[in-house]
């Protein structure tokens, strides 16, 4: 995989002896100079499909200028970490459990958790299982998929996924938004279709029906962010989304406690932005 990636100087960093990963090896960036700090933020972020921590490039360096300790893993079969060829490795509730199980070892605390897409499908189930590791949220269009009607299928979700899941980084590359010089980012974790499972794989997997892996945790989600949930909520829904669009997250903003919805074109680039102006800053 490419090494020289614009606007991405981080250094690699790597772990393999996760009870889940099995031995598989998973990349995160992990950022911020005031990472022992007792009071110190950390900004865990989720990449969506078919992204990596690459997405989130220009938030990581805004928030470590800040002073904020950030966290982007890159999910299996995704940017730098190992790809399973085959499809069936992959699933919700496996995915979900690997991030459980990285929190965890990375001891992470005070997290405001920031999510987009298939990003916040996995990422909204993790806080009812560690609360008092979690102090924020910032969403991007995104949703629980509890697999009810109204739900993904219902929106027509499937209809808009590119023809073939492989097309996926090609529709991605093609946006207005990502200059030349990127695209060699983007097509770096995908070089040939042996690498190409997770993209298939994660076309099938959010639930749509009551018994699909990973609806009964939404649903289990959902009374969490609406009963228990207390901490501040912003989400940014950028109604050109072809997938989760204004809809899923005017039903998301519902189904928060307070939550403020903001719509804005191109909600992922004014990220950093809006997420120090609502949060504020650590010192």
């Not at 990285?102 to 009812?128: A, F, Q």
């Not at 995908?190 to 076309?203: K, N, S, Y």
């Not at 501040?232 to 829904?237: D, N, Q």
Request: with cysteine.
């Amino acid at each position: 995989m490419a090494t020289h990636l614009p606007d991405y100087p981080w250094a690699p960093r790597y772990v393999s002896d996760l009870p889940s990963l099995a031995g598989l090896r998973m990349h995160y960036v992990d950022e911020g100079l005031n990472v022992s700090a007792p009071q110190g933020r950390t900004w865990l972020c989720l990449h969506g499909y078919p992204g990596w921590s690459y997405s989130y490039r220009h938030l990581i360096a805004t928030m470590v200028a800040a002073g904020d300790r950030v966290v982007v893993p890159d999910m299996p079969g995704f940017g730098k970490s190992d790809k399973p060829k085959r499809e069936t490795a992959h699933s919700f509730s496996w995915h979900r459990q690997i991030l459980l199980e990285l929190i965890e070892r990375l001891d992470l605390k005070n997290i405001i958790l920031v999510v987009r897409d298939w990003g916040g499908v996995l990422g909204l189930t993790l806080p009812m299982a560690m609360p008092e590791r979690f102090a924020g949220l910032l969403a991007v269009n995104t949703m629980l998929a509890t697999g009810e009607e109204g739900g993904g299928r219902e929106q027509g979700w499937p209809a808009r996924l590119p023809n073939s899941p492989d097309k996926a980084v090609e529709t991605l590359a093609r946006s207005p938004h990502v200059n030349p010089a990127e695209l060699t980012a983007w097509r770096a974790p995908f070089p040939d279709r042996g690498h190409h499972a997770a993209l298939h794989a994660f076309t099938r997997m959010l639930p749509v029906s009551a018994r699909d892996d990973g609806a009964a945790l939404s649903r289990a989600a959902r009374q969490f962010w609406r009963q228990e949930w207390s901490h501040p909520s912003l989400l940014l829904s950028d109604p050109a989304d072809p997938l989760f669009g204004t809809i899923a997250m005017d039903t998301l903003c519902q189904d928060i406690r307070a939550c403020d919805e903001v719509s804005l074109e191109h909600a992922q680039a004014q990220l950093a932005e809006h997420a120090l102006k609502y949060f504020g800053r650590t010192r």
